[in-house]
């Protein structure tokens, strides 16, 4: 196949067939870096219709190694935010309901925290597992292997660099290619929107959760998104420790409202109820045995979850963000918060740059809370010299109102 005609039929705006999306993932390791850089900016500036999407996903998928299908099999994927740590809470409460959750998670991107980087903060936890070490094993969370949709990792390296992230056929190719090797039978998406989320818009989300519902349901699985927005911070733990700690609470059923709203929502789509298995225990203890079947010697996880901060690293100075005046806290900016966190030391700035985990935030005083001057309403969990500019940003990313502010719903719809 001649691949300049191939690129400039998509430059054109024309839509590739079947076979030539097939040929070109297949050849893909064969064809230079540039080429490929041009297919996904042609992708980019006239999007994939939904056939091509479809056909895109699939050859993603069949280049790579699948788990096998296993009944009541099901999964969950978020789009990514700050204090998104229902992956970890709802893993195991699925499970105490007697489902299997293959769930294949991910690293931070950006100012958006991970799922494996959190549970990299639990000591001897594996997120490496092989193939043949997730084909029996009843509930994990795993780092995708380079086996698993393995071409996503060469298209999606060279879309980080080449300003092509947003193209929703692309994103819904990379997500699905993945979520359908788990060997799954139904997936609930969190598709976040506003200021914190990549899709700042509520109409592009919807875009993107509708593309990934079709392809998902023609790839045989069942699918239900979720819009959710995300311009506040979730819960009252961020960062990669805190997480861990906010979400042991949230198994004990302590945790905060918004956080178990999604949790909740996210179960009930997949047709399970998981108020039960919080409330008699059995999701905390599923949570234990998880990270016991993962490489936690069973001492640790008992420890962790009855004193986690006796496990977890915490970093070592407490830097306190206090109100200025009397009044109500109207604005929490999650961008500005993520991005002072992962500045800081939380995330990562480039690829494979290593993370503090200890490095965190606790909300004491959230949306709507009323505030005297002087209350604390954050504090950060820093290390020792910390840029006092990031301690500004910070300060600047809450607004004090006199007038107490509504706190609605995160969820704004839902598309099945």
């Given at each position: 196949m001649h691949i300049p005609s191939l690129l400039a039929k998509k430059r054109d705006g024309l839509v590739l067939e079947k076979n030539e999306i097939e040929w070109?993932?297949?050849?893909?390791n064969?064809?230079?870096?540039?080429?490929?850089?041009?297919?996904?900016?042609?992708?980019?500036?006239?999007?994939?219709?939904?056939?091509?999407?479809t056909y895109l996903t699939k050859a993603m998928l069949?280049?790579?190694?699948?788990?096998?299908?296993?009944?009541?099999?099901?999964?969950?994927?978020?789009?990514?935010?700050?204090?998104?740590?229902?992956?970890?809470?709802?893993?195991?409460?699925?499970?105490?309901?007697?489902?299997?959750v293959p769930m294949l998670a991910g690293r931070g991107l950006a100012h958006t925290g991970g799922t494996i980087d959190k549970l990299e903060a639990i000591p001897g936890f594996n997120t490496g597992l092989s193939i043949e070490e997730m084909e029996h094993n009843p509930c994990f969370i795993s780092r995708q292997t380079d086996e698993i949709a393995p071409t996503d990792s060469i298209l999606y390296a060279i879309r980080d660099v080449t300003a092509t992230v947003p193209c929703i056929g692309l994103i819904t190719a990379s997500i699905l290619s993945k979520k359908a090797a788990e060997g799954i039978q139904a997936l609930v998406l969190d598709v976040k929107y506003g200021r914190a989320a990549f899709m700042q818009h509520s109409e592009d989300a919807r875009k993107l959760a509708e593309s990934m519902v079709r392809v998902g349901t023609e790839l045989g699985m069942d699918v239900t998104a979720q819009l959710t927005?995300?311009?506040?911070?979730?819960?009252?733990?961020?960062?990669n420790s805190h997480e861990?700690?906010?979400?042991?609470?949230?198994?004990?059923?302590?945790?905060?409202?918004?956080?178990?709203?999604?949790?909740?929502?996210?179960?009930?789509?997949?047709?399970?109820d998981i108020a039960e298995v919080i409330a008699n225990g059995s999701a905390l203890n599923e949570f234990k045995l998880m990270l016991e079947r993962q490489g936690v010697d069973a001492k640790t996880a008992q420890q962790l979850i009855d004193e986690p901060w006796s496990v977890l690293k915490r970093a070592p100075q407490q830097y306190t963000i206090?109100?200025?005046?009397?009044?109500?806290?109207?604005?929490?900016?999650?961008?500005?918060?993520?991005?002072?966190?992962?500045?800081?030391?939380?995330g990562r700035s480039m690829q494979g740059e290593e993370i503090d985990h200890g490095i965190g935030i606790e909300i004491h005083h959230h949306i709507g809370s009323k505030v005297d001057e002087g209350d604390t309403i954050l504090t950060l969990d820093g290390p020792f010299g910390l840029?006092?500019?990031?301690?500004?940003?910070?300060?600047?990313?809450?607004?004090?109102?006199?007038?107490?502010?509504?706190?609605?719903?995160?969820?704004?719809?839902t598309i099945r």
């Open positions: 070109f993932i297949q050849n893909l064969e064809i230079p870096n540039e080429q490929i850089g041009a297919f996904l900016m042609a992708c980019q500036i006239n999007d994939l219709n939904a056939e091509e999407t069949e280049q790579g190694r699948q788990l096998p299908n296993r009944d009541g099999a099901i999964d969950k994927h978020s789009t990514g935010g700050v204090g998104d740590k229902m992956s970890l809470i709802l893993a195991p409460a699925l499970r105490a309901c007697g489902a299997i927005q995300m311009d506040h911070p979730i819960g009252g733990m961020l960062g861990i700690v906010e979400s042991i609470d949230c198994l004990k059923g302590q945790g905060p409202a918004d956080t178990m709203e999604l949790v909740h929502a996210q179960a009930n789509a997949l047709g399970f206090q109100s200025e005046q009397a009044g109500y806290v109207a604005d929490m900016d999650a961008l500005a918060i993520g991005q002072v966190l992962c500045e800081a030391g939380a840029d006092i500019h990031l301690l500004q940003r910070l300060k600047d990313s809450i607004t004090i109102s006199d007038y107490q502010v509504g706190v609605a719903s995160r969820i704004l719809e």
